[in-house]
């Protein structure tokens, strides 16, 4: 089992800077693709970004490109989610998942944490 608790999330102005991180215990971190997701009330959860485990490749949606980046620390079992330039759009509930292969579809993420929410005012 792999328990991933993310953290970081909070209220910030449009325009602003947020940096998530996802802390994971309970497996080999540096063997996983890890992955950030949202969702916003009524919405789907969304892909937002991934990382391979072996590579490094990243791969982000298209509405953060640009904007927010996803790096690892595999010595601290730590993903990280910097958020620049933040807008209204971006409010939602942010996940951490961990997976055997990286993707953009949740199903293929076998852990998640709990999430952090975010919200950005105008």
């Known amino acids: 089992q792999v328990q991933l608790v993310e953290s970081g999330g909070g209220l910030v102005q449009a325009g602003g800077s947020l940096r998530l991180s996802c802390l994971a215990s309970?497996?080999?971190?540096?063997?996983?693709?890890m992955g950030w997701f949202r969702q916003a009330p009524g919405k789907e959860r969304e892909f937002v970004a991934a990382m391979t485990s072996r590579s490094g490749r990243t791969d982000y949606a298209d509405s953060v490109k640009g904007r927010f980046t996803i790096s690892r620390d595999n010595a601290k079992n730590t993903v990280y989610l910097q958020m620049n330039r933040l807008n209204p759009e971006n409010s939602a509930v942010y996940y951490c998942?961990?997976?055997?292969?990286?993707?953009?579809?949740?199903?293929?993420?076998?852990?998640w944490g709990q999430g952090t929410q975010v919200t950005v005012s105008s």
């Open positions: 998942a961990a997976g055997q292969l990286t993707g953009r579809d949740p199903r293929g993420y076998n852990y």
């Open positions: 309970g497996g080999t971190f540096s063997r996983y693709a």
